[in-house]
């Protein structure tokens, strides 16, 4: 497989910083190959009984196809069945030049940075 850039290895972080609020940190590429995994863990975060607020940082993807579209999409769709918050960090690189070709910049409740976003979700 030939990566798209230097940094092509998907990484994952959870973190739970407040009651009923979770970051999941999303770095690398999000293509065909990467987004089961991603859907799953996702998945498995919405499914949390006392879950007010997602927060998505992608500010560390490095590569974006439209399956990330599709993700994020469906993303906010269980978020939105679930009655819970869903936050889009979409950093400065790939994800924010996809959301912005696709003309869905507007569609996301898309924060700075995910210090901006935690803070807004634990409010």
Request: glycine share 10%; proline share 3%.
């Amino acid at each position: 497989m030939i990566g798209h850039g230097c940094s092509s290895a998907l990484r994952l972080a959870v973190e739970w910083p407040a009651p009923g609020v979770v970051v999941v940190r999303i770095g690398g590429e999000i293509d065909l190959a990467t987004v089961p995994r991603l859907t799953e863990l996702i998945r498995q975060r919405l499914t949390a009984a006392a879950l007010r607020s997602v927060v998505l940082d992608l500010s560390e993807v490095s590569f974006a196809s439209s399956a990330a579209v599709e993700l994020l999409l469906h993303v906010q769709r269980r978020a939105d069945h679930r009655g819970v918050g869903l936050l889009v960090v979409p950093g400065s690189g790939a994800v924010w030049r996809l959301l912005a070709v696709a003309g869905l910049g507007d569609r996301f409740a898309c924060r700075g940075c995910a210090a901006e976003a935690v803070s807004e979700a634990c409010s």
